[in-house]
């Protein structure tokens, strides 16, 4: 603060006898990381110290490919399954949609995110008070779906290719939910463990299994070439089937909103910023050697992925008869898959779907990492989580457990859990595209604006469509928001008389104020309501009894949906009385923090005093979650139990 000397002291001090028994072992094991500070995540996603480098931005590319290139295990058959002999015309729209709006919209997200908190934390910033905190935790909600499916969906695919491969054993066929419950497991394991060689790991599964499929792709291609009468047998049954050239542009323009898992990876993208090897001269106000490589993971991958889901498409639909990809069909989940077999050999496909089976995997590991970086994020600093979410162990628990829940749910099927990934990953798109608009057109970009705002439509029509054709999907995201809200605000209840507050900084005036009261005893502080400006202030001949005159306290109470901040005590004089103000997000937290702080810098307990408030208990609780305010002293008294338990060193609270 310009012209102010501040004094940061403790809202609280540790209780001298407090340290007595260690925790157990599993408690501290399982807990580990929960001191580190809101910003630094644990993960691939964590945001590094500033001692680290950070990785040259193609490495991090392959973070986000490992969700985004393993979609190409089940894509192509989602794709003729939804679009039959028009899948690579709805293909085409899809790739439009990416390069002239997803990618741009990202583009457009890594500048105004660059530290990985991606278009929640935009949309945030447009929406103050309890309705921004609302709107977010319903996007979290959605990007839960989003993330939870990518996990569940993933490893119900990889499931398929060790059913359909011809050398598993026999019992292995009838396994497949059991198969995607023990990779959901064995991946909450890593992460129980660490996940410390992300990076590592992922450029070699997504080298590996990119040169697979452009194999497979080659001799694809090779198959198509040598037989044109494969093309021409395709063109006229689209011919038979549709009226005219027009007729199909219409047709995959209705249907390509069912192929909108191809868009999946763009979200993740944004979230591995932090990862992304800078310059020297980036600043964390200004990363710009960061964001030029976001933009350059962005762009390549959504032009690579362009690439291959056009000519997968392509080679599926003229190769593979469309009764293949029906529920149950030997393609269905794994079209590639089913050319490797076909045309390479079982050798060669076995090793593709070891491949495969790799990298969706590890994609239910990138959404993993995806949750474990926002919801440390957002819900803790809301109050709407305990404490132990910042920690990441205790997290991937839950999250294996709902993983397992929803894999059972849906008994491990790729085609009933694409409609909820669909939903969740376009409400994310849309999200990031109206936070696009709406930014660019804050700057004055009216041309950018104006084609954000288009990009948004497309979304909004693609969303709409989607939930008409599936609506289980808006469904499952409803669960998880309900689920988010519900336990979000019981546990910002639960912890509404913690202490809430950083640090209490004192300015200068504040400090030779209480330094000249406090020279004389302890301190005796008057809460006074800062509204009732026709309320006469004390004067220091006022005495509370114990013949010590008065300090009075004023809290201005800045916005009462956060839930902790540091506090600032400014000393002002107003008609003749010196006096202390201050801002908090709750009157009695604040005063609460700012008598524990004076008392660790005066070493006497101080004292404080309230008059009753008028009104019922339930109206004033109800304003004290809501507002901040309501029925100060009891709740601050509350507050100061909970924060010290030592009955002799707790400030005293006087009511009358």
Same mark, same amino acid.
């Given at each position: 603060?310009?012209?102010?000397?501040?004094?940061?002291?403790?809202?609280? =001090? &540790? /209780?001298?006898? $407090?340290?007595? @028994?260690?925790? +157990?072992?599993?408690?501290? !094991? *399982?807990?580990?990381?929960?001191?580190?500070?809101?910003?630094?995540?644990?993960?691939?996603?964590?945001?590094?110290?500033?001692?680290?480098?950070?990785?040259?931005?193609?490495?991090?590319?392959?973070?986000?490919?490992?969700?985004?290139?393993?979609?190409?295990?089940?894509?192509?058959?989602?794709?003729?399954?939804?679009?039959?002999?028009?899948?690579?015309?709805?293909?085409?729209?899809?790739?439009?949609?990416?390069?002239?709006?997803?990618?741009?919209?990202?583009?457009?997200?890594?500048?105004?995110?660059?530290?990985?908190?991606?278009?929640?934390?935009?949309?945030?910033?447009?929406?103050?008070?309890?309705?921004?905190?609302?709107?977010?935790?319903?996007?979290?909600?959605?990007?839960?779906?989003?993330?939870?499916?990518?996990?569940?969906?993933? =490893? &119900? /695919?990889?499931? $398929?290719?060790? @059913?359909?491969? +011809?050398?598993?054993?026999? !019992? *292995?066929?009838?396994?497949?939910?059991?198969?995607?419950?023990?990779?959901?497991?064995?991946?909450?394991?890593?992460?129980?463990?660490?996940?410390?060689?992300?990076?590592?790991?992922?450029?070699?599964?997504?080298?590996?299994?990119?040169?697979?499929?452009?194999?497979?792709?080659?001799?694809?291609?090779?198959?198509?070439?040598?037989?044109?009468?494969?093309?021409?047998?395709?063109?006229?049954?689209?011919?038979?089937?549709?009226?005219?050239?027009?007729?199909?542009?219409?047709?995959?323009?209705?249907?390509?909103?069912?192929?909108?898992?191809?868009?999946?990876?763009?979200?993740?993208?944004?979230?591995?910023?932090?990862?992304?090897?800078?310059?020297?001269?980036?600043?964390?106000?200004?990363?710009?050697?960061?964001?030029?490589?976001?933009?350059?993971?962005?762009?390549?991958? $959504?032009?690579?992925?362009?690439?291959?889901?056009?000519?997968?498409? *392509?080679?599926?639909?003229?190769?593979?008869?469309?009764?293949?990809?029906?529920?149950?069909?030997?393609?269905?989940?794994?079209?590639?898959?089913?050319?490797?077999?076909?045309?390479?050999?079982?050798?060669?496909?076995?090793?593709?779907?070891?491949?495969?089976?790799?990298?969706?995997?590890?994609?239910?590991?990138?959404?993993?990492?995806?949750?474990?970086?926002?919801?440390?994020?957002?819900?803790?600093?809301?109050?709407?989580?305990?404490?132990?979410?910042?920690?990441?162990?205790?997290?991937?628990?839950?999250?294996?457990?709902?993983?397992?829940?929803?894999?059972?749910?849906?008994?491990?099927?790729?085609?009933?859990?694409?409609?909820?990934?669909?939903?969740?990953?376009?409400?994310?798109?849309?999200?990031?595209?109206?936070?696009?608009?709406?930014?660019?057109?804050?700057?004055?970009?009216?041309?950018?604006?104006?084609?954000?705002?288009?990009?948004?439509?497309?979304?909004?029509?693609?969303?709409?469509?989607?939930?008409?054709?599936?609506?289980?999907?808006?469904?499952?995201?409803?669960?998880?928001?309900?689920?988010?809200?519900?336990?979000?605000?019981?546990?910002?209840?639960?912890?509404?008389?913690?202490?809430?507050?950083?640090?209490?900084i004192l300015d200068d005036q504040a400090q030779r104020i209480l330094d000249e009261a406090a020279a004389e005893g302890p301190l005796h502080l008057i809460a006074h309501d800062p509204q009732e400006a026709s309320s006469r202030l004390p004067s220091g001949q006022d005495s509370p009894g114990a013949g010590r005159p008065l300090l009075p306290l004023e809290v201005f109470v800045r916005d009462s949906s956060d839930f902790t901040a540091d506090v600032t005590v400014r000393g002002v004089e107003r008609d003749g009385v010196r006096l202390l103000q201050a801002q908090g997000p709750t009157v009695p937290n604040?005063?609460?923090?700012?008598?524990?702080?004076?008392?660790?810098?005066?070493?006497?307990?101080?004292?404080?005093?309230?008059?009753?408030?008028?009104?019922?208990?339930?109206?004033?609780?109800?304003?004290?979650?809501?507002?901040?305010?309501?029925?100060?002293?009891?709740?601050?008294?509350?507050?100061?139990?909970?924060?010290?338990?030592?009955?002799?060193?707790?400030?005293?609270?006087?009511?009358?």
């Open positions: 603060m310009t012209g102010i000397e501040t004094e940061r002291t403790s809202a609280t =001090s &540790a /209780d001298p006898r $407090a340290s007595a @028994t260690p925790a +157990p072992r599993w408690r501290t !094991w *399982l807990l580990e990381g929960l001191s580190e500070q809101t910003a630094r995540h644990p993960g691939p996603h964590r945001t590094p110290h500033p001692e680290q480098e950070g990785h040259r931005w193609w490495r991090v590319m392959c973070l986000t490919g490992v969700d985004y290139f393993s979609t190409l295990g089940y894509q192509p058959g989602i794709a003729a399954l939804a679009a039959g002999l028009l899948s690579p015309l709805a293909t085409l729209v899809l790739i439009a949609l990416t390069l002239c709006g997803a990618l741009p919209v990202y583009r457009r997200v890594a500048r105004e995110s660059p530290h990985g908190e991606g278009s929640i934390a935009m949309l945030e910033r447009l929406l103050p008070w309890w309705p921004g905190k609302i709107f977010v935790l319903v996007l979290l909600g959605f990007a839960a779906t989003d993330f939870m499916i990518t996990i569940t969906l993933s =490893s &119900a /695919d990889a499931a $398929a290719h060790v @059913t359909e491969n +011809p050398f598993a054993p026999n !019992w *292995l066929h009838s396994a497949h939910l059991w198969i995607a419950l023990v990779l959901i497991g064995a991946l909450g394991a890593v992460f129980l463990k660490g996940f410390r060689e992300a990076i590592g790991i992922a450029v070699a599964l997504v080298g590996t299994y990119l040169a697979f499929n452009v194999a497979v792709l080659a001799v694809a291609a090779w198959q198509i070439i040598g037989h044109p009468v494969a093309i021409r047998d395709w063109t006229e049954a689209m011919t038979a089937a549709h009226s005219s050239p027009l007729a199909m542009v219409g047709v995959a323009l209705l249907v390509f909103p069912k192929l909108a898992l191809g868009l999946s990876g763009f979200e993740t993208g944004v979230a591995v910023m932090p990862q992304i090897q800078g310059d020297p001269a980036d600043t964390y106000a200004k990363p710009e050697g960061r964001i030029r490589g976001a933009r350059r993971l962005l762009t390549t991958a $959504a032009l690579t992925m362009s690439c291959l889901l056009l000519l997968s498409s *392509l080679a599926t639909t003229i190769l593979i008869p469309q009764d293949a990809f029906k529920s149950g069909g030997p393609a269905n989940g794994r079209a590639l898959a089913y050319l490797a077999h076909h045309y390479m050999g079982q050798a060669f496909g076995t090793a593709y779907d070891v491949s495969t089976l790799a990298i969706l995997w590890f994609a239910g590991a990138s959404a993993l990492a995806g949750l474990l970086n926002l919801v440390p994020r957002y819900l803790p600093r809301y109050g709407m989580a305990p404490e132990w979410t910042r920690a990441v162990r205790p997290l991937v628990l839950v999250f294996t457990a709902a993983a397992v829940l929803i894999t059972v749910w849906f008994h491990a099927n790729v085609d009933k859990q694409s409609g909820a990934y669909a939903t969740g990953m376009l409400v994310l798109m849309l999200s990031a595209s109206f936070a696009s608009t709406v930014a660019a057109h804050r700057k004055g970009h009216t041309r950018a604006s104006a084609g954000f705002a288009v990009i948004t439509a497309v979304f909004s029509y693609t969303l709409v469509a989607n939930v008409a054709e599936r609506p289980d999907g808006i469904k499952i995201a409803a669960i998880f928001i309900l689920a988010i809200l519900v336990t979000s605000f019981g546990s910002r209840v639960h912890r509404a008389f913690e202490l809430r507050v950083g640090e209490v604040t005063i609460a923090a700012i008598l524990l702080a004076l008392r660790d810098r005066t070493g006497e307990v101080p004292h404080v005093y309230f008059s009753w408030t008028e009104g019922g208990p339930i109206s004033h609780l109800i304003r004290f979650l809501v507002f901040g305010d309501g029925e100060v002293a009891p709740v601050t008294r509350e507050v100061l139990r909970r924060a010290e338990p030592t009955p002799e060193r707790r400030p005293r609270v006087h009511v009358s």
